[in-house]
């Protein structure tokens, strides 16, 4: 086998990610927890993402729009300005989050681009994965 490419999905592979987005989701659902219990509101918002996948893709813009729309349905569109502010807030708390590289990541990349053609290969949102990868060149 000649292997001249190696791709990398990028957000929790080289970077990490997730637990930004649970932390977020734990400030959404401690926001409405007077609407629904947790684990409805979890389910709810899972639901609404996975629709929303088509418009908006992957990555924390689509994150956030799917919890503001989301606390628009489960408030029957009785969400105050001010909630719809909170709810925003986390999401640019993540969209600011400085990258924090899995460890060993650094050095697997170094040993490998001598060798290969090394791609970020993702899902996720364009901008905000070509500003994370441009600020780790």
Same mark, same amino acid.
């Given at each position: 086998?000649?292997?001249?490419?190696i791709a990398f999905d990028a957000d929790d592979t080289l970077?990490?990610?997730?637990?930004?987005?649970?932390?977020?989701?734990?400030?959404?659902?401690?926001?409405?927890? $007077?609407? &629904?219990?947790?684990? %409805?509101?979890?389910?709810?918002? *899972? /639901?609404?993402?996975?629709?929303?996948?088509?418009?908006?893709?992957?990555?924390?813009?689509?994150?956030?729009?799917?919890?503001?729309?989301?606390?628009?349905?489960?408030?029957?569109?009785m969400i105050s300005a001010n909630t719809i502010g909170e709810?925003?807030?986390?999401?640019?708390?993540?969209?600011?989050?400085?990258? $924090?590289? &899995?460890?060993?990541? %650094?050095?697997?990349?170094?040993? *490998? /681009?001598?060798?290969?053609?090394?791609?970020?290969?993702?899902?996720?949102?364009?901008?905000?994965?070509?500003?994370?990868?441009?600020?780790?060149?």
């Amino acid at each position: 086998m000649n292997v001249k490419v190696i791709a990398f999905d990028a957000d929790d592979t080289l970077w990490v990610n997730e637990p930004y987005y649970r932390q977020s989701e734990e400030a959404f659902c401690t926001l409405l927890e $007077e609407y &629904l219990p947790r684990h %409805e509101l979890e389910r709810e918002l *899972l /639901k609404i993402e996975i629709t929303n996948l088509g418009l908006y893709g992957y990555g924390i813009k689509g994150f956030i729009l799917s919890m503001i729309e989301t606390a628009m349905t489960v408030t029957n569109n009785m969400i105050s300005a001010n909630t719809i502010g909170e709810i925003i807030n986390p999401g640019k708390q993540m969209l600011n989050q400085p990258i $924090e590289l &899995l460890d060993g990541v %650094e050095e697997v990349l170094k040993e *490998l /681009k001598s060798r290969y053609r090394l791609v970020v290969a993702t899902k996720g949102d364009l901008l905000d994965q070509s500003a994370n990868c441009v600020n780790q060149t």
